[in-house]
T-cell receptor, first 116, second 114 residues
Framework: AQSVAQPEDQVNVAEGNPLTVKCTYS??????LFWYVQYPNRGLQFLLK??????LVKGSYGFEAEFNKSQTSFHLKKPSALVSDSALYFC??????????????FGSGTRLLVRP | DAGVIQSPRHEVTEMGQEVTLRCKPI?????LFWYRQTMMRGLELLIY????????DSGMPEDRFSAKMPNASFSTLKIQPSEPRDSAVYFC????????????FGPGTRLTVT
């Protein structure tokens, strides 16, 4: 079965410093990987995805993610954190079912706190 | 595009009452998902539909929960009777099945059962 793991419940960084939010995956076949962000009292917002191609994927709000097949990782990164980046971040993997329908398997979420 | 629309945004009800949550997916999307989010259990997939047909409802916690999708532009999640442990934020999401699978979430319904 497909799965993702987010090993950190919380990540703390200072504004202006680079940030990394970690995600590892376990899939059979080619992985389709996603990052979502959830701001307080809001729904999840799609940030970026990896389907195929370049291992470095760029997304919204200056975020990027690096796909690493050998380490089965898909870490979210940003060169310079902003206080407004403070939110809950979810990694997800696509799970294709026998009838070609699909769902996303979400990680447990990582809370990012950027201090001024 | 208006995005995924959910109503109501907040619902407070008493234990034993029926609760109906509503969702309008993005026009043209043919997959719809209902999630529940709590501090204790995180984000849980309850049920999802493809082309208005329920595909997997294994995440529905009990028979008190039911979901319908009578047409491509409307879905409901009903809890009858409601219990305090059903208090959570319920999200609806939609996607285009033949696309690259990202889901678009609504703003959620915060349900409080007293």
């Amino acid at each position: 079965a497909q799965s993702v793991a987010q090993p950190e419940d919380q990540v703390n960084v200072a504004e202006g410093n680079p940030l990394t939010v970690k995600c590892t995956y376990s899939v059979s076949g080619n992985p389709y990987l996603f990052w979502y962000v959830q701001y307080p009292n809001r729904g999840l917002q799609f940030l970026l995805k990896y389907i195929t191609g370049d291992n470095l994927v760029k997304g919204s709000y200056g975020f990027e993610a690096e796909f690493n097949k050998s380490q089965t990782s898909f870490h979210l990164k940003k060169p310079s954190a902003l206080v407004s980046d403070s939110a809950l971040y979810f990694c997800a993997v696509r799970d294709i079912l026998m009838d070609s329908s699909y769902k996303l398997i979400f990680g447990s979420g990582t809370r990012l706190l950027v201090r001024p | 595009d208006a995005g995924v629309i959910q109503s109501p945004r907040h619902e407070v009800t008493e234990m034993g009452q029926e609760v109906t949550l509503r969702c309008k997916p993005i026009s043209g999307h043919n997959s719809l998902f209902w999630y529940r989010q709590t501090m204790m259990r995180g984000l849980e997939l309850l049920i999802y539909f493809n082309n208005n047909v329920p595909i997997d409802d294994s995440g529905m916690p009990e028979d008190r929960f039911s979901a319908k999708m009578p047409n491509a532009s409307f879905s409901t999640l009903k809890i009858q009777p409601s219990e305090p442990r059903d208090s959570a934020v319920y999200f609806c999401a939609s996607s285009f099945r033949a696309g690259t699978y990202e889901q678009y979430f609504g703003p959620g319904t915060r349900l409080t059962v007293t």
